[in-house]
Each structure stands twice: as C-alpha cells, then as structure tokens.
C-alpha cells in the first residue's frame, strides 16, 4: 500500500477555473431589485407590532406626509404596559399634539396639508389607548389616519 | 514611436473584487430596508367639536347603533351580530337611506382593537361594495379604474356616514364622524 501522501498527490488533477466575470451583474441586479421593492426604516421600532387583518385595503401614498404611531408592548424592559411611540420615541398621548404641531412645523406647506398618521397598533391593544390617540390626533388635526394592516387571504 | 506604444497590450482590469462590493451593498439594503408594504384602512375624522357648536339633531330612526363590547361581541341595535352581518346591515341600511342614514360606533375601552378593525373593515366593506357596484352600473367599469372625478362623484352618491363618539362622556352628544 502507498503512503497516504502520494496518494493525494498521483490525483491532483488541474481543475479550470470557473468564470465569474458576470457574477457582479448578477447580484447588482438583485441589488436593484431590492432597492426598488422595499424602502429604508425610518425609525426603529421599540414596541412590539402584529397589526391586524383587513381586506378593505388602501396603500399609504405621500411618504413625506406620514407620521408613524406604534402602540405595542415595549421590546424590552418589565414592564407590559402598552406604549405610544411617535416616529422615533416613545411618548405619552398626552404629548402627542405637541409633538404632532412640532412635526407639522417642520414640513412644507403642502406636506402639512396632507399629513396623515400611520396608525400601526398591536392587534391585542384595548380600545381605551387608540381612543386616546385618535382625541390627541383629532385635538392637533391631524385627522387623516390610516390604519395599518396586513392583506388576508383566507376568507 | 507611436506603432510600438499602440502594440503595447493593456493589463486587464482585476474585477474579482466587484462581486464582494456588491454583495456588501446587497447586504446592507437588506438590513436597512424593510418590505412591509403599507396597506391599510385609510379613515377620516372630523375635526374637534367646538364650543359654539351646536350638537346636530338626527331622527332616531335614521340611526344604527352599532356597539363592540369588551369581549369583542359585536351588537347592531341591540341584537348580536357576527362581522358578516353587520356588513350586511350597514349595506342594506347605506342603500335604503343612502344620504340620510347615521351607522353610530360605540366601542368599549377594553375590546381589542382587532375587533375594532374587523368592525371598521366590515363597514368600509359594505360602502365599497355599494360604490363598486354603482360604479359599474354609471361608468361601466370598476371603482378602481375611475378617475378622481368619477370617485368623488360615486363618493358623494354613497357617502359615508359613520359617527364616533367617544364611549367615556357618555353625556356629551358631540358627532364625532368619519368620513372619506
């Protein structure tokens, strides 16, 4: 029996190297792709949203125009309270039309016009904390809301 | 002298790094983006009531009281009814009386709001069916191929009539609608 070493060596044989030389075209396309389909985060996220099931659907238009409000239970920390987060922080519903007038301030004329808040609420929130938010919006005119869902197939 | 140079053969360009580059953007749009896709019930309030405002008057008979209770049971005027039903309702009620009828929200404060986007939803359901069938019945085509004018004119035909008022005064009657 050969030693283990030539044994490798009497099989090498010369294997061609592959070209990849479209490989880079192939992942900028996928690249593409993905730019185009989705969109950038705007702010992280810090409660827990599972937002409900609709048919009824209606896509959110005028990005620039949009505030987002998170109510859900907070990722982290002890405690199961529902929150309100506003774009990127978590408020109480009483700061919310200040933070609504802050926001309103800060866009252009015909943006403001069009404001319209992203309702993304846990399916499980009680009612008593959307009302809240829904007296706030309206106290501050904010009165356009969309109430974010998820398309439902079955049924 | 110029002949030689031309002869000269140009390196070839190293590329093998190109397809890491654009693996590392790939990965990193993947990470920043997100694909959730913003569908939603898209709902109008009224503005906030004002002192000077007189609460308007509406024939009782004109309005469906609909309550959702805090185990999620859904109630239109007083008998219990499933989601399905009550769109059927609000269809029935929209097409009877389509510019005079009143669909009154009552929520609790501990239903989920699960419930409360099934509610809302079956109810937009009920006027969307209503205007795509009015639709097709003036224009001939869907509602969602209409343009502006023809929307706000199957818009105004079947309006939406849907007051919200808040379930903690009781006391205070102050319309709070919702309309598109």
């Known amino acids: 029996m050969r030693p283990i070493q030539s044994m490798f060596r009497t099989k090498h044989h010369h294997v061609p190297s592959l070209n990849v030389a479209s490989m880079p075209d192939l992942i900028f396309t996928v690249l593409f792709f993905f730019m185009i389909v989705t969109h950038m985060r705007s702010d992280e996220v810090k409660v827990k949203v599972e937002v409900p099931q609709g048919k009824e659907m209606q896509k959110l238009a005028h990005k620039a125009s949009v505030v987002n409000v998170y109510i859900g239970r907070p990722f982290q920390g002890p405690d199961a309270e ?54 706030a919006l309206q106290q501050s005119y904010a009165l356009k809301i969309h109430y974010s869902a998820t398309d439902k197939t079955n049924n | 002298m110029f002949r030689k140079r031309y002869r000269q053969q140009i390196p070839e360009l190293n590329t093998t790094s190109t397809a890491d580059i654009s693996f590392m953007l790939l990965i990193f749009f993947l990470v920043t983006s997100s694909m959730d896709t913003d569908k939603g019930l898209l709902r109008q309030m009224p503005p906030p009531p004002l002192d000077h405002e007189q609460p308007v008057d509406i024939n009782k008979d004109l309005v469906m009281r609909v309550a959702l209770d805090a185990d999620g049971q859904l109630t239109c005027d007083g008998k219990t009814v499933s989601v399905r039903q009550l769109r059927d309702e609000v269809r029935t009620l929209a097409q009877v009386n389509r510019t005079g009828h009143v669909v009154s929200l009552q929520v609790d404060r501990q239903a989920t709001y699960e419930a409360y986007f099934e509610m809302q939803n079956a109810i937009v359901g009920a006027y969307h069916a209503l205007r795509e069938q009015y639709a097709r019945e003036r224009y001939g085509r869907s509602y969602g191929l209409c343009t502006a004018d ?20 009781a006391s205070s009657d102050g319309q709070k609608g919702g309309r598109v």
């Open chain 1, 82 to 135: 529902y929150r309100i987060q506003l774009n990127g922080d978590i408020v109480t519903a009483e700061e919310i039309p200040a933070r609504i007038e802050a926001i309103r301030a800060s866009m252009s004329p015909e943006n403001a016009d069009k404001l319209t808040v992203s309702l993304r609420a846990d399916r499980h929130t009680p009612m008593g904390l959307i009302q809240d938010v829904k007296q």
């Open chain 2, 150 to 169: 023809e929307k706000a004119a199957v818009n105004a035909y079947y309006p939406q009539r849907i007051s919200e008022a808040p379930t903690t005064d």
